[in-house]
């Protein structure tokens, strides 16, 4: 079935880079996702990649994936106090009409 | 609007009461996603339509769920008989087509007591 972990809780210094890891089970998955959740607000699509994509970068983030692994990182370099939040990795399935299935999320701190 | 909305933002019932709760999808989005978020989780699918119909239903926990997209914009989830373990955030999220990214509203926070 499918399943997505990731880590529960990272700290960071500010101006450190941050890297959130996770990983899938579904291997027919062909888009993975990255949101960012901060307190009672809605999710925001931060990035995704494509699966047959090893990194995607833009601005200060960058995407790994490994897909042999089925591994999925999140780096954030130069991180800010604006960037504590919880993170979301998500796998879509295309046989099950693109629903997201969501990990547990990430909650990233960042200390001043 | 410029994103998805959703209405209310809260909602406090009583237990065995009915509820509805609307999402306003992007201009022009055809696929509309219902998620519902429990505390400390993350979101967890319910139901897909394209266009008007549900092409995918097979998240809601039980037939006290039920959701329309009459119009084909508009959608209403609706819940009868509300249960204290129905407590949760539901999402709400579209995109332009079936294998579009998915954006989401802020939610409705929903809570019985």
């Known amino acids: 079935g499918e399943d997505v972990e990731q880590s529960l809780f990272l700290s960071v210094r500010e101006g450190d880079s941050s890297v959130i890891n996770c990983t899938y089970t579904d291997s027919s998955s062909t888009y993975l996702y990255w949101y960012k959740q901060e307190p009672g607000a809605g999710l925001q699509l931060l990035t995704y990649?494509?699966?047959?994509?090893d990194m995607k970068q833009d601005q200060r983030l960058t995407v790994l994936l490994n897909k042999k692994d089925k591994h999925l990182s999140l780096r954030i370099a130069d991180t800010q106090t604006g960037d504590s939040a919880i993170y979301f990795c998500a796998e879509s399935i295309p046989s099950d009409g693109n629903k997201l299935v969501f990990g547990a999320g990430t909650i990233l701190r960042v200390k001043s | 609007g410029a994103g998805v909305s959703q209405t209310p933002s809260n909602k406090v019932t009583e237990k065995g009461k009915y509820v509805e709760l609307r999402c306003d999808p992007i201009?022009?989005?055809?696929?509309l996603y219902w998620y519902r978020q429990s505390l400390g989780q993350g979101p967890e699918f319910l139901i897909y339509f394209q266009g008007t119909g549900a092409a995918d239903d097979s998240g809601l926990p039980n037939d006290r769920f039920f959701a329309v997209r009459p119009e084909g914009s508009v959608s209403t989830l609706k819940i009868q008989r509300t249960e204290r373990g129905d407590s949760a955030v539901y999402l709400c999220a579209s995109s332009l087509g079936g294998n579009g990214e998915q954006y989401f509203g802020p939610g409705t926070r929903l809570t019985v007591t």
């Open positions: 201009s022009g989005h055809t696929a």
């Open positions: 990649i494509f699966s047959n994509m």
